[in-house]
């Protein structure tokens, strides 16, 4: 089975653009296209770094303009990193293929030819301008067929493109500009002008492009330091660069030395086509043949320039593709001696003058100038020849059509590549050194190369080798190349003049020294050394001759200045060795070794011959043969040889020293000096001074170089015979040459003031033409026209000015025209800055087109009021006419604008603002005509109208900055249909296939409406129609459409960045986590406004089908796909999801603000904002859809747009589903917030669609949170903490038994829980649940905190109001008034509107909701009634009992109680405030508030309160309080006195009356029989078996309500029962066991002693009674009553006892035979007795009233027994004894009195005349 693949390539401009054509040779369509196809992109790919898909080849054609098959192959790359639509240049492109064609022939075996020339090489552009080779479409020509490739090849058209490039003007670009003249360069930097540009040559520790940055006083700035420095600031200021380990040189760490060691070179940028250049380098080399330099074209023809080393000296060729140019200056020397030599390389073509002196263009005369070290270029290329002896600089010219020189190819520097081509040149390597390479005067980094084949940075054989110390004997050290040399004193020699030179002879060509048979042997190893010194130039000179046995010599001479090694066997020349590195004529002192040496190769012995020069400078070898070792020497000859008649020949001419010969190299005994034939030799080596004869020529210095000398001319002089340079004067144009030797050449050019240069040889042009500036050389002024400058800016400084009439604003780049009005305004001019027209009286405005009345028009004399209608008024660029009131009128919109405009003008405002919805901007008109069109059915949408519509949309956007309403409506709506269009569409058929700038387009268009500040347009667009929400619709489906065609047309992943949108689709691999998220912003240098630099994270899905899954596996066992990891090209993509994302920056903000109505779903913030990008989202997986909802949820991070200002976080999506509008509305569904910060925020959902994150305009997390929180949680904690140490202190005071104590207690309870619950959880917005349950809690503490406020309240009026003491019993009444009602209301709340309670901004009812009225609605009445309830109180408590009042407490406790209900409802008022507003006054006053509601409290129930802090006192003293014996007695007689006279009888019914009011407490309890003493225990026990029905039928005895209880008789004389035990939560039952027979009437009123909700009987197992108790029987009831006044004394012993009963006088009983019941009441007043009025003795009561009043005791314990007495009176048996451990109340204690009642039952209690005791303790 077979599979066919097919990839689709998109050619765009960009590529055509960016595309090289390579030649391949014997290469046919058919053979490529079959095999080598792959082949040839894999060594592209390889040669230029990149992936083998960003290789694309698009045209092969066969080449049919030479003979031979040449196929030409287009192709273009994309740059490394596979960034979309970045490709290499085509420049650089070539740069790559030529440097590696070699690489490439071999990995595409395939023949590269070098590129063939451009149409540009003919110069089809004029003058100066710069010809571009491009490019473009022609046609799609037939598919090509091979074997297994068809291929379909586009053909494009060569063409090209003529600009003028920078540095260049004129109508024709005929005129260059010398870019200096603007003065660019800072800190006295040198200005160089170059071709296209300027070069500032900066001072030391200056830098920049304009010497902008100083090293010493300036800081660090990116990029300072090169090749990886770090730049570290001093802190005396200026900075330092630490450069890396290397060849790097300060201040900057730039590399400027290279070393070539051979068959090596480096590649930098070409010089392009040029009109002139300079170029500048160093080098050291002991090459005498080298290429230094090359830059040609690729083809190895026509121009190229070529800087070689030809015998030592420099030589440049050039040429502009007609002739080769050679330009060879001399120096003497040479330049191959190993030292640093410089050269100076100046191109440039001749303009073109016209007669009147203005260029006309480049000519074709193009002059080349070289120099060489320091070289005055000027007198060497004019005088050179005249002067004689200087000629260190040659000029060459070339004449042409040609105008430029096209140098399209590398530069290279010290070699070329190893190609097949001929290069014209004659070298091809170089070995030595290179720096300071400079290009138009700046400096190259050698690190900035574009390849390097093998050079090496620095130059270590220049390095410094020299010492102190290092030559002995005071030889001087000088460095030479690699190593050093010392020049010894005559005698000395070695390396570092260690040894003595013996015998240092003088020869002068006719000397000679010579040994016949010196018995000398040679041996094996064998040496032979010499030193010597010569000028001889020319000929042979022998330095020593050997002839051994009978035919071998061997011979050291000189040849034409270089040494010669000779071996010879008879005529046979067995060895030669020559030396021609270094010449030796030099007149220095040069030393020679010769080493013989064996060295075995197998079996075979060899014998080698070493020649070492100048010790390890130079050395070389040679084999020598078999025959020297062993001979004896014949003769020896020094000098010179022995010729016929005793004449020499071959003759040195020079000196030798320090000849050895023998087995060691210092061996001297076989040389003996004495012995030998000696001719013409001289002892020594002196030679007189030349300069001794003033040989020398005037104006020079004379040097002695040892049998030479040299003349150096002073600065200034020149040539042979040193030449004033003055007197030939290089200056031109009639300037003075002037001599100073401080200059660079020792003479300057002073030029007239026309002129200027080195030899003044430049025009000053004064002045300068209009558009043009500067000095001494002009330049253009650049002043935008458009912009309103004038075109003639300042001559001297350039700067650019206004035109006449023309204003501008400060900090502008355009100025604008005054436009002054004419009517209102005294002048054309305005102000230069602000454009203020000098307006008349009365007239205001910038045009002074305004008056300051509405209802004024300006006039030739001023404003005027109009009164019939609104004036003539100039208004967004309209002048609207004078109107009648209540009438519009329409005008034509403002310039560059069609369309009316209308505006209303209104009888009570005048002028309404102007509507200008309707005007259209000109760029959108064509646009208008075809929407409607569109809507009028004139015209059908199609795939060609889809692709120029969206062209025509992106042009206008882009060329509109503001646009009308009318403008967006127009773009919104061909946008909408587009993409509705392009949505139905499948496959190629989409506008996307044909042109692959659609996307782009459409985006971007959209992108330009939907920007904030359209906002406006689109609320009226949004009136009539969707709008942005349809947009956002269509934008969804046609993302959709793309995704599920991805596939189907091979459509490569993309990312569009726009300013306002992301378009992004590419395919998921969740495999690799950075492929699933997307956008990948990473994939693109497209610049991403940091706003939407949003993504999303996909999870992976669970697309493969089963059978992928097998395929998959089985490809995985052939292939590894971890290799094609990246790849994007559809041959290799699996069937991945594909997901587009599209992320909107503004359109939160633009859509309607509709929402969920669903409020169980989504909590509205109170000023809900998007505060993110919209991100939609689309999944396509082929095979089985995406199920909804997604089993793994999809991961959206967000950049925040705003983070000031903004919290309450939800994340959302837009649901067009939703009915609101009819246009759809924000829901959360299925979305959740993960994380949060700052900056960011990653919601979760489940679905696909768009989204976003809703939060709240709030300044509570930012700004002033920190100190606000901390202060709020700081007072409330202290609040917290005073309320928890008030109940704490309340409860342990069990003795404290008063109601309002219990009220206090509650009300405290109540507002901690409600403080805490505020503290802890009224932020917990992030869990809806919680939150709730929080707001229901507050709801509910917040209700009960008011309703004890309103309990306080009114038992403080009942303490006021009733007569019986209502401080003591059952509290159910106020507990169902304090915890019920609250959670009544509370719970009816929720069941009504759970959802209210609540909300993202806090959790607690908002002010916006109506269900904040079952809060404020119950505290407002609450808060109502209390104050109603104070007012009556306080009435109460003015009467005549005020000082009773006082000193019961009750009083204070009132002031206290409605202080503390103002704090409360202020505090709990500011807190509602606060979590409901921003400001942030309430929030502090809340925290305030709420610290001195915890305080007050603290302060008004505990320290404030006498009772309690005496109860506290002794409770932590450990005191237990003394009875006032002296008031006992005193309340002992009062009682009695009272006991006699309060009961008597009307109509036979027997009637109380009342003590005082509410000022006696009495408790009754039951005794037995036999008068027993209970303990403490039983006390309590018995009280609790009080019955609650003493003067009513017990018939209901369980049927009881607390004494505290209402009553609405206020003339009862019933007292108010309480008890003293801890038994309040007991309760008992127990069956009634009295009869129904009517009770006895008794003076001491109904008490019951249990809590008000406990029974009145219970079974014996209920009692807590001690051991001593017995068992409650079926005994009588018998009463026995006992009045007992006790008096506290402080110094009295407490005790503990109790005084046993008298038995010896039991109490009769007491009978009571009445048939008058009292009363019953219903409800809470129904077990109240009525009786009827009391007695009116006003006497009594008010002598009473006056003693008990008088009397204020102290606190009474419970615990303290007191000392009785016992009385009878008037009948009734009163027995005074003492009380038996009352738990006294504190109300009761304040008045002094209490009273015990007991009571029992015996024999059944079934008896109507019941034998009791009725004990009462006052």
């Given amino acids: 089975m077979a599979f066919c693949t097919l990839r689709v390539t998109i050619i765009t401009d960009e590529m055509l653009t960016n595309s090289i054509t390579v030649r391949l040779e014997n290469m046919s369509q058919e053979r490529f296209l079959s095999s080598l196809l792959s082949l040839f992109a894999k060594g592209v790919a390889a040669v230029l770094s990149t992936s083998r898909e960003g290789v694309f080849i698009f045209n092969i054609q066969n080449d049919t303009d030479v003979s031979g098959n040449i196929l030409n192959v287009t192709f273009s790359a994309l740059l490394p990193g596979g960034a979309q639509d970045h490709y290499f240049p085509s420049e650089e492109l070539q740069e790559q293929i030529y440097l590696n064609r070699t690489l490439l022939q071999k990995i595409s075996s395939q023949s590269v030819l070098p590129f063939d020339d451009n149409i540009c090489l003919r110069e089809p552009c004029e003058n100066y301008m710069k010809c571009v080779s491009v490019l473009k479409f022609d046609s799609s020509p037939p598919f090509i067929a091979s074997d297994t490739v068809l291929f379909r090849p586009i053909h494009p058209i060569n063409g090209l493109r003529c600009r003028c490039p920078t540095g260049f003007t004129g109508d024709y670009c005929e005129t260059e500009i010398d870019l200096c003249y603007s003065g660019p360069c800072h800190n006295n930097g040198r200005c160089r002008s170059r071709e296209g540009g300027y070069t500032c040559e900066c001072l030391e520790d200056f830098t920049g492009e304009n010497c902008e940055i100083d090293a010493r006083s300036g800081r660090c700035v990116p990029g300072v330091c090169k090749n990886g420095g770090e730049c570290v600031n001093l802190l005396v200021g200026g900075f330092t660069c630490s450069c890396p380990s290397g060849e790097y040189e300060k201040p900057f760490c730039e590399m400027m030395t290279r070393s070539f060691p051979g068959q090596s070179f480096v590649t930098f940028r070409g010089l392009r086509q040029r009109f002139h250049f300079t170029v500048s380098f160093m080098f050291a080399t002991r090459e005498r043949n080298a290429l230094l330099l090359y830059n040609g074209r690729f083809n190895e023809k026509h121009d190229f320039i070529a800087v070689e080393i030809i015998e030592e000296q420099i030589q440049l060729t050039f040429s502009a593709g007609e002739a080769k140019t050679t330009v060879a200056p001399f120096v003497q020397g040479g330049v191959s001696d190993g030292q640093w030599h410089s050269v100076q390389l100046h191109y440039y073509n001749k303009p073109k003058i016209s007669h009147l002196g203005l260029p006309q263009g480049p000519s074709g005369e193009k002059v080349a100038v070289v120099a060489v070290d320091d070289c005055d270029i000027g007198m060497a290329v004019r005088f050179g020849s005249q002067i004689g002896n200087y000629s260190c600089a040659a000029q060459g010219t070339q004449t042409g059509q040609k105008k430029s020189l096209d140098l399209t190819g590398p ?53 410094n080798f020299c010492y102190e110390g290092l030559c002995q004997h005071g030889a001087q050290c000088e460095n030479k190349w690699n190593t050093y040399f010392c020049d010894c004193p005559e005698g000395r020699g070695g390396k570092n003049c260690d040894q003595v030179m013996p015998s240092p002879q003088h020869f002068d060509g006719r000397a000679m020294v010579s040994w016949i048979d010196p018995d000398i042997t040679i041996a094996v190893p064998w040496y032979i050394s010499l030193m010597f010194r010569t000028r001889q130039s020319s000929g042979n000179a022998t330095l020593l001759q050997v002839n051994a046995g009978d035919a071998s010599q061997v011979n050291l001479l000189i040849r034409d200045k270089y040494v010669r090694f000779e071996v010879l066997l008879g005529e046979y020349k067995v060895a030669t060795l020559d030396f021609p590195e270094v010449r030796v004529n030099d007149g220095e002192w040069h030393h020679l070794l010769l080493e013989l040496r064996s060295s075995k190769d197998g079996k075979d012995t060899k014998y080698m011959a070493h020649v070492f020069l100048d010790y390890d400078m130079f050395m070389k070898s040679a084999e020598i043969g078999n025959e020297l070792p062993g001979l004896k020497l014949r003769s020896l000859f020094i000098g010179g040889l022995l010729g016929q008649s005793n004449n020499v020949h071959q003759g040195l001419k020079g000196c030798m020293q320090g000849v050895r010969m023998g087995e060691t190299a210092t061996n001297t005994a076989n040389i003996n000096m004495q012995q030998a034939l000696k001719i013409h030799v001289e002892e020594g080596c002196d030679m007189a001074n030349p300069c001794d004869s003033n040989i ?49 050449h020792g003479y300057t050019c002073e030029c007239s003031q026309d002129y200027y240069g080195q030899y003044c040889e430049n025009k000053v042009e004064k002045p300068c033409p209009q558009g043009w500036w500067g000095s001494p050389m002009c330049g253009p002024c650049n002043c935008d026209a458009s912009k309103g400058f004038n075109p003639d800016c300042n001559k001297t400084t350039g700067e650019c000015r206004c035109k006449d009439n023309y204003y501008q604003p400060k900090d502008s780049d355009t100025c604008f025209p005054c436009d002054c009005f004419h009517l209102g305004t005294n002048s054309r001019t305005c102000d230069p800055e602000t454009g203020q027209c000098p307006c008349k009286a009365g007239v205001i405005g910038r045009q002074c087109n305004r008056c300051d009345s509405p209802f004024s028009e300006v006039t030739s004399t001023g404003c005027q009021v109009v009164y019939e209608g609104c004036p003539k008024v100039f208004d967004v660029g309209i002048w609207w006419p004078r109107t009648s009131f209540g009438r519009p009128v329409a005008m034509n919109c403002p310039k560059g604008s069609v369309g009316t405009a209308v505006r209303h003008c209104s009888d009570e405002k005048g002028w309404l603002p102007p509507e200008l919805f309707n005007c259209t901007t000109i760029t959108f008109s064509q646009l208008k005509k075809l929407n409607e069109e569109l809507h009028h059915n004139e015209s059908t949408m199609d795939g060609q109208k889809s692709k120029e519509m969206a062209w025509m949309l992106k042009n206008a956007t882009d060329q509109t900055k503001s646009f009308y309403g009318n403008d967006v409506k127009t773009t919104y709506q061909l946008i909408s249909w587009i993409l509705h269009y392009e949505s139905q569409q499948q496959g190629f058929n989409m506008a996307a296939m044909r042109d692959a700038k659609f996307n782009e387009n459409i985006v971007k268009a959209g992108s330009a409406i939907l920007d904030a500040s359209n906002k406006r347009h689109w609320d009226q667009i949004q009136r009539t129609e969707g709008g942005t929400t349809h947009l956002l619709k269509n934008f969804e489906e046609y993302a959709n459409t793309v995704a599920q065609n991805m596939r189907k047309t091979y459509l490569k992943p993309f990312i569009i960045v726009t300013k306002n949108m992301v378009f992004a689709v590419d395919y998921l691999d969740a495999i690799y986590p950075d492929e699933a998220k997307i956008p990948r912003f990473q994939m693109t240098d497209q610049e991403c406004p940091k706003d939407l630099k949003s993504s999303v994270i996909f999870p992976e899905f669970s697309y493969k089908s089963s059978e992928y899954k097998e395929s998959h596996t089985r490809s995985n066992e052939e292939h590894d796909l971890a290799t094609n990891k990246g790849k994007r090209h559809a041959e290799s993509l699996p069937p991945f999801p594909v997901a587009a994302v599209i992320i909107y920056k503004s359109l939160g903000h633009l859509l309607p603000e509709h929402y969920d109505p669903d409020r169980r779903s989504l909590r509205l913030p109170n000023r809900p904002v998007i505060n993110t990008p919209i991100i939609s989202t689309i999944v396509y997986s082929e095979g089985e859809p995406l199920h909804i909802p997604l089993e793994r949820p999809i991961t959206l991070d967000y950049n925040l747009l705003e983070t000031e200002e903004r919290t309450k976080p939800v994340c959302v999506f837009w649901n067009h589903s939703i009915t609101v509008g009819e246009t759809g509305a924000w829901s959360p569904k299925g979305c959740y917030l993960i994380y949060r910060n700052h900056t960011h925020i990653s919601c979760q959902c489940s679905h696909m669609t768009s989204f976003a994150v809703l939060m709240d305009i709030s300044k509570r997390e930012h700004g002033d949170v920190l100190p606000l929180k901390i202060v709020t949680y700081a007072t409330v904690s202290a609040s917290l903490l005073a309320l928890l140490l008030t109940f704490i202190l309340l409860a342990i005071l069990h003795k404290l038994r008063p109601n309002l104590h219990r009220i206090h207690k509650n009300l405290v309870a109540a507002l901690f829980f409600s403080e805490l619950v505020f503290l802890i959880g009224i932020n917990q917005t992030d869990n809806p649940f919680v939150c709730t349950v929080i707001a229901i809690l507050l ?62 901004d806090f959790c607690w009812l908002s002010v916006h909701d109506t269900l904040i009225w079952s809060f404020a609605g119950p505290i407002a009445v609450v808060v109502l009634v209390n104050i109603i309830i104070f007012v009556l109180a306080a009435k109460a408590s003015c009467g005549r009992r005020q000082f009773s009042y006082e000193k019961s407490g009750v009083i204070p406790a009132l002031r206290m109680a409605f202080l503390l209900l103002l704090l409360i409802s202020a505090t709990w008022l500011l807190g509602l405030m606060a979590v409901n507003s921003d400001v942030m006054t309430f929030h502090y006053l809340f925290a305030i508030f709420s610290c001195l509601q915890g305080i007050l409290i603290f302060f008004f129930h505990i320290l404030f309160n006498k009772e309690v802090r005496k109860n506290l006192k002794n409770l932590f003293t450990g005191k237990k309080p003394l009875p006032d014996e002296t008031s006992t007695t005193r309340i002992a007689l009062l009682t009695r006195t009272l006991n006699c006279n309060n009961t008597y009888m009307e109509d036979d019914i027997l009637y109380r009356s009342a003590i005082g009011e509410s000022t006696v407490s009495l408790e009754s309890t039951v005794r037995d029989e036999l008068g027993q003493k209970p303990s403490v225990s039983s006390v309590n026990a018995k009280a609790r078996q009080t019955d609650s029905s003493l003067f009513r039928n017990g018939t209901k005895a369980d049927d009881s309500d607390s004494d505290s209880e209402i009553s609405v008789d206020e003339h009862s004389s019933s007292y108010a029962s309480s008890h003293s035990s801890d038994s309040e939560d007991e309760d008992m039952d127990m069956k009634p066991k009295w009869n129904n027979e009517r009770q006895p009437v008794h003076s001491t009123p109904k008490v019951d002693s249990v809590s008000n909700h406990v029974k009145p009987f219970w079974s014996t197992e209920a009692m807590t009674a001690s051991d001593s108790e017995d068992p409650v029987g079926a005994e009588r009831l018998r009463v026995e009553t006992k009045v007992n006044v006790e008096l506290h004394q402080e110094n009295k012993l407490n005790h503990t006892g109790e005084t046993t009963q008298d038995k010896d006088h039991p109490p009769p009983s007491i009978q009571a035979n009445s048939n008058h019941q009292p009363e019953q009441r219903k409800g809470i ?33 419970s615990s303290v027994p007191s000392i009785a007495s016992n009385d009878g009176v008037n009948g009734q048996n009163i027995l005074i004894k003492p009380p038996h451990r009352l738990n006294v109340p504190p109300r009761e204690q304040q008045n002094g009195i209490a009273m015990n009642l007991r009571s029992g039952t015996v024999n059944g209690g079934n008896q109507s005349d019941s034998d009791g005791s009725n004990e009462t303790s006052i």
Avoid at 438 to 446: L, T, V, Y
Avoid at 1346 to 1360: K, N, Q, S
């Fill in 1725 to 1757: 007043l129904k077990n109240k007795i009525t009786y009827r009025p009391p007695i009116t003795d006003k006497n009594m009561k008010n002598k009473l009233r006056e003693k008990l009043l008088d009397y204020n005791p102290p606190t009474i314990s």
């Fill in 411 to 463: 530069l290279l520097l010290g070699g070329v590549p190893n190609l097949p081509e001929d290069f014209p040149i004659r070298n091809r390597d170089f070995v030595g050194c290179m720096r300071n390479l400079m290009i138009d005067s700046k400096s190259i980094d050698m690190a900035s190369y574009i390849a390097n084949n093998g050079t090496t940075e620095g130059c270590p054989a220049k390095k």
């Fill in 1339 to 1400: 709801h509910y503490f917040y209700m009960c905190t008011f309703a004890w406020t309103f309990v306080e309240g009114l038992h403080i009026y009942r303490m006021l109001t009733e007569v019986r003491n209502i401080n003591h019993g059952q509290m159910r009444f106020y507990y169902a008034i304090g915890w019920g009602i609250p959670a009544i209301i509370t719970g009816l709340a929720v069941g009504l509107d759970p959802q209210g309670y609540g909300n993202p």
């Fill in 696 to 744: 020398c020529p005037d104006n020079s210095q004379c040097t002695d170089h040892w049998n030479a000398h040299t003349c150096v001319c002073d600065p200034g002089f020149f040539g042979k015979e040193c030449v004033d340079a003055c007197r030939l004067n290089p200056c031109k144009h009639l300037s003075t040459c002037v001599h100073k030797p401080s200059s660079s």
